[in-house]
């Protein structure tokens, strides 16, 4: 049996959008081609650095070239995410996709969004936020609202996605430690109302200080493979084996 390809995943989604709207449901992601799904090279993310407007831009070319599978279980974040690798291995699962990028803000993911939804993951585990905090313009609170509107839209669009939203890591930057710890507290407190399941990261990584844990990081922002473990098993209980 041949494997649909991305036209034929573009009609049916064409065909589903018309008959959802013609059921009086919203869905906000029309598109005429696959390469609508993908921000345009000329995009230009204010909260990115020069290196990091040029990696986004070269990972986004990989995702175009290696598009999500249909119902996949998507892992959606920064630099922590994408140095990960390949989290099919980590979990010895088979459907798991890395969409992470080195740098990336909130700002860059909301840019994004519309691959995520098109191929529907079956759930979509989100760490984003860090990069966001060395912003001095950008508030913990505008900071969860970025959060919030990036679960938002995956939820309208996408709404049989199970979303995991991941509090924010530590790091070993104590001018970060209020901004991380009352983002994350927001975070804890919208989740009574907002469409997704939190994970509490943070509590695992961080020291009494505030802190990250050193062993768990290689330059102090970064995992090394020991907090990769420990990431894995924070979340495996979560993750969809089926």
Same mark, same amino acid.
């Given at each position: 049996m041949k494997r649909p390809t991305s036209l034929h995943y573009l009609v049916f989604f064409l065909f589903a959008t018309f008959f959802t709207q013609g059921q009086n449901h919203s869905i906000d992601l029309v598109i005429h081609s696959i390469e609508d799904l993908y921000p345009n090279n000329s995009l230009n993310i204010s909260t990115h650095t020069d290196w990091s407007r040029s990696h986004y831009h070269e990972r986004i070319a990989h995702f175009k070239e290696n598009p999500l599978q249909q119902g996949a279980i998507v892992f959606l974040g920064n630099s922590i995410t994408?140095?990960?690798?390949?989290?099919?291995?980590?979990?010895?699962?088979?459907?798991?996709?890395?969409?992470?990028?080195?740098?990336?803000?909130?700002?860059? =993911?909301?840019?994004?969004?519309?691959?995520?939804?098109?191929?529907?993951?079956?759930?979509?585990?989100?760490?984003?936020?860090?990069?966001?905090?060395?912003?001095?313009?950008?508030?913990?609170?505008?900071?969860? &609202?970025?959060?919030?509107?990036?679960?938002?839209?995956?939820?309208?669009?996408?709404?049989?996605?199970?979303?995991? =939203?991941?509090?924010?890591?530590?790091?070993?930057?104590?001018?970060?430690?209020?901004?991380?710890?009352?983002?994350?507290?927001?975070?804890?407190?919208?989740?009574?109302?907002?469409?997704?399941t939190l994970i509490p990261l943070h509590d695992s990584f961080v020291?009494?200080?505030?802190?990250?844990? &050193?062993?768990?990081?290689?330059d102090g922002i970064h995992?090394?493979?020991?907090?990769? &473990?420990?990431w894995q098993q924070q979340i495996q209980d979560f993750v969809d084996v089926e």
């Open positions: 994408e140095q990960a690798g390949d989290w099919n291995e980590r979990l010895e699962i088979s459907t798991a996709e890395n969409r992470g990028i080195s740098g990336d803000t909130t700002e860059g =993911v909301l840019a994004r969004l519309d691959e995520i939804i098109y191929y529907n993951p079956t759930q979509l585990f989100i760490l984003i936020g860090v990069n966001d905090m060395f912003h001095d313009h950008l508030s913990a609170s505008q900071i969860h &609202q970025n959060i919030l509107t990036i679960v938002d839209k995956v939820a309208k669009g996408s709404p049989t996605t199970q979303i995991f =939203v991941q509090t924010i890591l530590p790091t070993t930057n104590e001018t970060l430690i209020e901004k991380i710890k009352q983002t994350n507290k927001y975070l804890l407190q919208s989740e009574i109302t907002a469409p997704y020291l009494e200080d505030g802190t990250l844990k &050193q062993d768990l990081s290689w995992l090394n493979e020991k907090g990769y &473990q420990l």
